[in-house]
């Protein structure tokens, strides 16, 4: 059983910067998809961005080029840094991993079997 514990949200002025972090238990994700997602009050979790068991990353359109995602395998921790930030931009955040395959990482949130907590992400104008 994979366990996710999200770090490092809070409140930014727009433009300004927040890093995410979220530690793996179990399984490596060195094995596995992962991704994070947000969710804005009253709307179904989106996807931010799904990283394959290699480390490949595929990001939603509304963050390219402003958040990047990364993998420390040795300290089997997820990072997510997002840069620029806008206030639509608040939300929830959510790491997610799906055990059941390394590859063509899924899209949607249902999709992925465990979830971390979240973190709140708040940026003000």
């Known amino acids: 059983q994979v366990q996710l514990v999200e770090s490092g949200g809070g409140s930014v002025q727009a433009g300004g910067s927040l890093n995410l972090s979220c530690a793996v238990s179990g399984p490596p994700h060195t094995r596995y998809c992962v991704a994070w997602f947000r969710q804005f009050p009253g709307k179904v979790r989106e996807g931010v961005v799904r990283?394959?068991?290699?480390?490949?990353?595929d990001y939603a359109d509304s963050v390219k080029d402003r958040f990047t995602a990364s993998k420390d395998n040795a300290k089997n921790t997820l990072y997510l840094f997002m840069n620029n930030l806008k206030p639509e931009d608040t939300a929830m955040y959510y790491c997610?991993?799906?055990?059941?395959?390394?590859?063509?990482?899924?899209?949607?949130?249902?999709?992925?079997?465990?979830w971390g907590q979240g973190t709140q992400v708040t940026v003000s104008s």
């Open positions: 997610a991993a799906d055990p059941r395959r390394g590859y063509d990482c899924g899209r949607w949130f249902g999709e992925y079997r465990y």
């Open positions: 990283i394959d068991r290699d480390g490949r990353t």
